[in-house]
């Protein structure tokens, strides 16, 4: 893993309640954590990957926005974290992801799409996670997740409990959602 610069904590006000914000800077990436002042011993964490067209954009074609959100306004009342892993489209870069989004529109499913480019299914990796983690002293957690691969990548840090996030489909993300469950064993 290379150096990883840490930056000052600031203030976050926001829709969902006011948080705690600080930075990590790993090579050309910069990963956020999102937190509140009362982290319990075994706070709830969301690790949620970069996803510029759902997070940011409104997309509907994915249901990462919405899992977002939900994790915030969950996060602002019960207490917890949000690290926001800059790995956009499961780490394949938003130029790639842009090109899977053309495939899928020529009736590709999202894992088809990847391989079609030359990528696996999901590319993502999880060490700076667990060093975020670490850093703010978090050996147990409550992982509000739906993806199998990042319950299993969070090295030695105690997993006491997995909070799936249900997302009701729509008609632009019900065959993506489907492909998730049925391929990648996402818990939906």
Same mark, same amino acid.
């Given at each position: 893993?290379?150096?990883?610069?840490?930056?000052?904590?600031?203030? /976050?006000?926001? &829709?969902? +309640?006011?948080?705690? @914000?600080?930075?990590?800077? =790993? *090579?050309?990436?910069?990963? %956020?954590?999102?937190?509140?002042?009362?982290?319990?011993?075994?706070?709830?964490?969301?690790?949620?990957?970069?996803?510029?067209?759902?997070?940011?954009?409104g997309s509907v074609k994915c249901d990462c926005g919405e899992?977002?959100?939900?994790?915030?306004? /969950?996060?602002? &009342?019960? +207490?917890?974290?949000? @690290?926001?892993?800059?790995? =956009? *489209?499961?780490?394949?870069? %938003?130029?790639?992801?842009?090109?899977?989004?053309?495939?899928?529109?020529?009736?590709?499913?999202?894992?088809?799409?990847?391989?079609?480019?030359?990528?696996?299914?999901?590319?993502?990796?999880?060490?700076?996670?667990?060093?975020?983690?670490?850093?703010?002293?978090? &050996?147990?957690?409550?992982l509000l997740t739906n993806n199998p691969k990042k319950i299993d990548s969070l090295g030695?840090?105690?997993?006491?409990?997995?909070?799936?996030?249900?997302?009701?489909?729509?008609?632009?993300?019900?065959?993506?959602?489907?492909?998730?469950?049925?391929?990648?064993?996402?818990?939906?």
């Amino acid at each position: 893993m290379n150096t990883i610069d840490i930056s000052q904590i600031a203030t /976050l006000p926001t &829709k969902y +309640g006011t948080f705690k @914000i600080q930075a990590f800077k =790993e *090579g050309n990436k910069e990963h %956020l954590a999102i937190f509140t002042e009362d982290l319990s011993d075994e706070p709830i964490v969301r690790v949620h990957s970069e996803c510029l067209t759902g997070d940011a954009l409104g997309s509907v074609k994915c249901d990462c926005g919405e899992q977002l959100h939900f994790a915030q306004a /969950l996060i602002a &009342k019960e +207490g917890g974290m949000i @690290i926001y892993h800059r790995q =956009e *489209g499961r780490n394949i870069g %938003l130029l790639n992801k842009v090109n899977a989004y053309a495939l899928q529109d020529s009736g590709y499913d999202t894992v088809a799409a990847n391989h079609q480019l030359g990528f696996k299914a999901d590319e993502r990796t999880y060490e700076v996670v667990e060093f975020i983690l670490k850093h703010f002293g978090i &050996k147990k957690l409550k992982l509000l997740t739906n993806n199998p691969k990042k319950i299993d990548s969070l090295g030695d840090i105690e997993i006491i409990e997995i909070l799936p996030i249900k997302i009701t489909p729509n008609p632009h993300n019900e065959g993506y959602l489907k492909v998730k469950k049925e391929q990648m064993g996402h818990l939906l």
